[in-house]
């Protein structure tokens, strides 16, 4: 029988008993070998800073979980100065990076570069082998993933070309990607005994796969400027922008498939070997999700249609536009030209006789009225075709009303 005595806690003071080979403080959870707190206490400096990196961690954590990103980035960084092979530090301080950026960034965030450091950390973490890292791993990956996913979606529609859309179905591809990987590596790692959580964890990525296919499956928007006929000629009268989407190719699109089928049996195994409490958890959980995975596929098919009638109308009205400029412009130069010929008859006339003088000043000045007011029927045109044009174009810079309507300047 193991000899109890009692320590004192090195955080929080407490005073506590031992009386096997581990030391836990009952009061701040504070856990340590025997072994290594005896060697602590004949090295008090190696001990003060293990409790300094021992608290930054902690600090850390508690501002991870509250999404407090700038602190939590600072205390990782300070626990990797004092220990720069803690694998969990290394990990969270990488996506409290990104988190960072995409809060801050004004422009769209490619994530291929996070993703190649990610495969590497995930080896250590893999090679490591420890349980509960595993688990806080995975949990953190899908929950930054799922945050990616909406991030992704937030710019799927304002891609300016076909380069930028382009970009975006490979992130979103990547991203699906390594959601499948990290389902298959939950699947996989059989053993562990805080089961509930690995198996909720498997159903969240699978879910989350689901989501992030729809995504992939919807496409990308992008602007695309397409050169009309302009007969006016004029520099000022600007050509329509077709919003276009970017779709998947046939091998992706298979791709996409065979993962989301794989995914699909790899719930269908889980619940089909879940216990009943665990199964009842497992489907509660994932009736909810699926459901609200449809009204988001249900959102998007809905505002698809309503942007697609929206973008049909302006360009109609740009079109229309587009007609009144040529009609106007031809008849302001026939006017113009009218206006000069009585002018030149007018001179004739005042040269030779002066019988028909008063005829002819009215008709120039009336020929001279209509071309000004043509022309001013012609800018006008224009100007509306011009402010539809932007409308088409801008959409992405939030021109379009809650109402579909405009209001021209």
């Known amino acids: 029988m193991e000899e109890q005595h009692s320590e004192i806690c090195p955080i929080c003071g407490n005073k506590f008993d031992i009386s096997g080979t581990m030391a836990k403080c009952s009061v701040c959870g504070w856990t340590d070998s ?4 005896r060697k602590k206490e004949n090295h008090s400096m190696d001990a003060d800073s293990e409790i300094a990196m021992y608290r930054f961690m902690s600090s850390a954590d508690a501002f991870f979980a509250k999404k407090g990103y700038e602190e939590a980035y600072a205390n990782y960084g300070s626990v990797l100065d004092m220990d720069g092979s803690n694998l969990k530090a290394i990990f969270r301080r990488e996506l409290t990076s990104q988190y960072l950026m995409m809060e801050s960034s004004s422009v769209y965030l490619s994530s291929d570069g996070f993703f190649a450091k990610i495969r590497e950390i995930k080896a250590r973490i893999i090679k490591h082998g420890d349980e509960k890292l595993t688990l806080t791993a995975s949990r953190d990956m899908l929950e930054y993933l799922s945050c990616r996913a ?5 710019y799927a529609s304002v891609h300016k070309n076909q380069k930028t859309a382009a970009s975006y179905l490979a992130d979103t591809l990547l991203l699906y990607e390594y959601t499948a990987e990290t389902v298959v590596y ?5 053993g562990i005994k805080n089961e509930r959580t690995r198996a909720n964890l498997i159903m969240y990525g699978c879910n989350l796969c689901m989501k992030i296919r729809g995504m992939l499956l919807s496409g990308a928007e992008y602007v695309e ?15 329509v922008s077709r919003i276009k989407r970017m779709k998947l190719d046939q091998k992706e699109e298979l ?8 995914v699909r049996q790899i719930k269908k195994d889980l619940l089909a070997g879940a216990s009943p409490e665990l199964y009842a958890e497992l489907t509660a959980e994932n009736e909810k999700t699926e459901k609200a995975v449809e009204r988001d596929a249900e959102k998007e098919d809905q505002k698809r249609l309503e942007y697609e009638m929206w973008r049909r109308r302006n360009e109609a009205e740009y079109i229309a536009a587009d007609k009144r400029i040529i009609i ?8 113009f030209v009218m206006a000069v010929i009585m002018a030149l008859v007018f001179v004739a006339e005042l040269i030779i006789s002066n019988v028909f003088m008063g005829q002819l000043i009215a008709a120039t000045l009336l020929f001279a009225a209509v071309s000004v007011t043509l022309g001013v029927l012609k800018r006008a045109a224009m100007k509306k075709k011009g402010f539809y044009a932007d409308v088409i174009d801008g959409d992405s810079a939030n ?5 579909g309507k405009f209001t021209e300047l």
């Not at 106007?328 to 130069?333: C, K, N, S, V």
């Open 34 to 37: 025997v072994k290594s707190l």
């Open 150 to 154: 909406d991030y992704e979606k937030k």
């Open 186 to 190: 939950l699947r996989d790692k059989e």
């Open 225 to 239: 400027s397409v050169k009309m006929d302009d007969q006016s000629k004029d520099p000022s009268a600007k050509n």
């Open 255 to 262: 791709q996409v498939e065979t993962l989301a089928g794989n």
């Open 328 to 335: 106007f412009g031809i008849a302001e130069r026939a006017a």
């Open 399 to 403: 021109l379009r009303s809650s109402g």
